[in-house]
């Protein structure tokens, strides 16, 4: 128990660390940065290697610690709805692949795909609360654009590279896809 909590702490430091320094990899031209979301990937292998509970604090905390440190994202709106967001991803892809009947790679993209459209629809919630506050408006348009428009090489990428890694983990024996056991009363 005590071993696995230890593990789960310095696997989720370590994602922390790559969600503040990935975004240097595209940060010199911010369009891409946008586009190719760097931070959504390790806030996502976090939930699914250390469960829900890591992935939503690693999620919560990554964009909040990165606007504090570097700059960027600015801290309002964009990184407390960030938070939210990555947060969102974090915990639902990791709750709901760990609830999954088996963990495989059908279940791996259930989980991706629901926890996609989760995050997205709760950073633009965050946005509308956010923008509203000061009186701006968040609107449809504004939501499909940024949520989902720009986006599409981050989706692919995230659609592409989570599977194809999560398999190469369970094909090394470090995450193993499994069936969970059948309970006979």
Not at 14 to 23: E, G, H, Q, R
Not at 29 to 37: A, D, S, Y
Not at 56 to 67: D, E, Q, T
Request: overall charge positive; proline content about 5%; aromatic content about 10%.
């Amino acid at each position: 128990m005590m071993n696995k909590t230890i593990r789960n702490i310095s696997l989720s430091a370590m994602f922390l660390a790559l969600a503040l320094i990935l975004p240097f990899f595209t940060g010199q031209m911010p369009e891409i940065g946008n586009m190719l979301l760097p931070m959504h990937l390790p806030v996502m292998f976090c939930g699914l290697i250390c469960t829900h509970r890591y992935g939503a604090i690693v999620g919560f905390i990554a964009p909040l610690l990165r606007s504090l440190i570097f700059g960027m994202p600015l801290m309002y709106p964009a990184a407390i709805a960030m938070a939210f967001e990555l947060m969102t991803y974090g915990f639902a892809i990791g709750y709901l692949y760990e609830h999954s009947k088996w963990q495989c790679v059908v279940a791996l993209y259930r989980s991706l795909i629901i926890a996609m459209i989760l995050g997205r629809l709760v950073w633009g919630l965050a946005e509308v609360i956010l923008l509203g506050v000061r009186g701006n408006s968040f609107g449809l348009s504004m939501f499909i654009s940024g949520a989902f428009l720009e986006a599409i090489p981050g989706i692919i990428l995230q659609l592409v590279l989570i599977p194809l890694v999560m398999m190469a983990l369970n094909k090394a024996g470090i995450v193993t896809f499994k069936k969970k056991e059948l309970i006979r009363s």
